[in-house]
Every structure is written in C-alpha cells, then in structure tokens.
T-cell receptor
C-alpha cells in the first residue's frame, strides 16, 4: 500500500462547477496534511493545510479531513480554467524523531470553458 | 524574505561531469530538504537536514552528495550521473519540528533546478 494515494485523473469539470479531489493515507498517526497545486514545469505551490478533523475554508478552497477514515479532500468551488493543474496531496510522516513530507501521485484537474 | 532560491534554474551535464545545485533561504528555517521529481510523477524525498545535520537519507545513490555548510545554504553535489537522473530537483525549507504534527507554517519550496544528464 502506498503511503499517500490519489486518483491520477484527469478529472474534467466545466467552468463554474465544484471540483472534488480525494486523498487517502496509510499512517494512522499522521497529523498534518497539505494540498499543493503544480502547473506543468513549475514547482509546487501551497494551497492550504489542515490539522483538525472537519472542514477548513480559504476562499474558493475547502479542505476536509477525516482521520478515522484516513481521508483528506479538497473542494474547489466556482472552478476556473486557470485552476487546471496537478493537485498534490502531501502528508507529514514522523520517522526516527524527524518529520518528512510525503506526496501522493497527484490528480490532474482540467477545467473546460 | 519568504523565498527559497535555487540556482541554476537549468543545468545540462555530461555523465562524467561534476556539478552542484545550490539552495538558499533567509527565513530562519533550520530544516532543509532535497526532492527529486521526474516528469508526471510526484516529488520524492531525497534528504532532510535538521540544524545543518543530515537526519534522513532516503537510500539515495552516492553519486548524489548533499551538504549544508550553514543554516541558510544547502548544496547538492552531483558526480557521475546517469541519464535517468534527469529530473526537476526541488529544495524546500521549514521550521524544525520534533512532533508528529510537523512544522507549524508548513514547507516552502524553491522553483527548482531542471537537470538534464546527457
């Protein structure tokens, strides 16, 4: 089982719709979860992070975390063509007294006009 | 300053060359990271430095040699690379966190060095 799993997509949504991106993780002890957006050929840019169960909203983005189900999701409301990118879920894992950020494979989102 | 600066942005090197990638940050972060990202794949962790000491090596081949000469600078020395080592190399930094929650303000990534080995 991979440490962080995402559906690779592509996920295609029409402009103005809600895009829903999902991620599961294997380490039940993980406490911190990040969503990054990456455009082709560019470095990842942080969208938001979440530590607590429930929802966290930031503008058009909402992160949802369910630690019991080991599941984290990202909702993008009013999707725009400029949101077309790969969305990477990342989980902090604790190993030997140090933490490390592990990425899922990413979901490619395509927003069409 | 809230940036991680990586140089060079692009590098082409032969299999017998020796080159170095450089990463610099002035955010007072004491944890720094090297990631490797191949096309259409996620970033893969290579090394973690904490307080200028190597704390995690993810079984990276010895042809990659990291160095952290001070708290602001992280280098990756490259020697005898193979064409399959061609990738985007990303540097990141964060506050040090010894808890399983990770650093409070997350991780800041540089824009990367696009490496091509010929």
């Amino acid at each position: 089982q991979k440490e962080v799993e995402q559906n690779s997509g592509p996920l295609s949504v029409p402009e103005g719709a809600i895009a829903s991106l999902n991620c599961t993780y294997s380490d039940r002890g993980s406490q911190s979860f990040f969503w990054y957006r990456q455009y082709s050929g560019k470095s990842p840019e942080l969208i938001m992070f979440i530590y607590s169960n429930g929802d966290k909203e930031d503008g058009r983005f909402t992160a949802q975390l369910n630690k019991a189900s080991q599941y984290v999701s990202l909702l993008i409301r009013d999707s725009q063509p400029s949101d077309s990118a790969t969305y990477l879920c990342a989980v902090v894992m604790f190993s030997g007294g140090y933490n490390k950020l592990i990425f899922g494979a990413g979901t490619r989102l395509a927003v069409h006009p | 300053d809230t940036e991680v600066t990586q140089t060079p942005k692009h590098l082409v090197m032969g299999m017998t060359n020796k080159k170095s990638l450089k990463c610099e940050q002035h955010m007072g972060h004491r944890a720094m990271y090297w990631y490797k990202q191949k096309a259409k794949k996620p970033p893969e962790l290579m090394f973690v430095y904490s307080y200028e000491k190597l704390s995690i090596n993810e079984s990276v081949p010895s042809r990659f040699s990291p160095e952290c000469p001070n708290s602001s600078l992280l280098n990756l020395h490259l020697h005898a690379l193979q064409p399959e080592d061609s990738a985007l190399y990303l540097c990141a930094s964060s506050q040090v966190s010894r808890s399983d929650r990770g650093p409070e303000n997350g991780y800041t990534f540089g824009s990367g060095t696009r490496l091509t080995v010929v």
